[in-house]
């Protein structure tokens, strides 16, 4: 089974600031997803990367398949950006995502 | 405009009763999912569903049941077997199972 590491847990930071979510893994994987939830509840799909590196406007998801890692960078944070980040990477024989507890993230103004 | 709905958005119900969770999608997706989510916790796979008329169990799907008779629907039943019902449901949809998934805006199922 896949276990699946967020740090930090919780993250407060100044608008403007330069945000690093980061993401551990246990087992080999196909591909990584990564997801935002707002207050809501409603979740938002952000990336799905198997290798490299790709950039969204202020979002950059960054994948080290040898080092079961990955990276979520946002910069010039703003307060919009406040939600939860949520990594999901797929086993590659079980093809099912297995999903990070999340890091809570609070941008002030 | 295309996406996924989830009704209602908030749902309470005694225990010992059965309640279905409805999930549409008009993505024209092959692929469904029924995932439960706990305070402090990850997403956890009920039950998945790749192509009509089939599905799976996922790594929780006891006290769940579901149903696949249509492309665009998957909707959810907890039953009174189901100990801890009280949780937020999220439905989602991809093309396949190796593709992205688009999520519902979820239903909040409260049991006492």
């Known amino acids: 089974k896949n276990e699946v590491e967020q740090s930090p847990q919780n993250l407060t930071a100044q608008e403007g600031e330069f945000i690093t979510i980061n993401c551990s893994y246990s087992?080999?994987?196909?591909?990584l997803h990564w997801l935002q939830q707002h207050p809501g509840g409603g979740i938002v799909s952000l990336f799905m990367?198997?290798?490299g590196k790709k950039k969204h406007g202020r979002l950059i998801a960054t994948i080290n398949i040898q080092e079961k890692h990955s990276s979520l960078h946002i910069t010039a944070s703003h307060p919009r950006d406040s939600a939860v980040y949520i990594c999901?990477?797929?086993?590659?024989?079980?093809?099912?995502?297995?999903f990070g507890s999340g890091t809570q993230l609070t941008v002030l103004p | 405009d295309g996406g996924i709905t989830q009704s209602p958005k908030y749902l309470f119900r005694k225990e010992g009763q059965n309640v279905t969770l409805s999930c549409e999608q008009n993505?024209?997706?092959?692929?469904m999912y029924w995932y439960r989510q706990d305070p402090g916790q990850g997403l956890r796979l009920i039950y998945y569903?790749?192509?009509?008329?089939?599905?799976q169990k996922g790594d929780i799907a006891e006290g769940y049941s579901v149903s696949r008779e249509k492309k665009e629907s998957f909707p959810l039943t907890v039953t009174s077997a189901q100990k801890n019902p009280t949780a937020f449901y999220l439905c989602?949809?991809?093309?396949?199972?190796?593709?992205?998934?688009?999520f519902g805006p979820g239903t909040r199922l409260t049991v006492t």
């Open positions: 989602a949809s991809s093309i396949s199972q190796d593709y992205e998934q688009y």
């Open positions: 087992v080999g994987i196909s591909a």
């Open positions: 990367l198997s290798s």
């Open positions: 999901a990477p797929r086993s590659g024989s079980a093809r099912q995502l297995t």
């Open positions: 993505l024209n997706h092959d692929a």
């Open positions: 569903s790749q192509i009509v008329n089939d599905f």
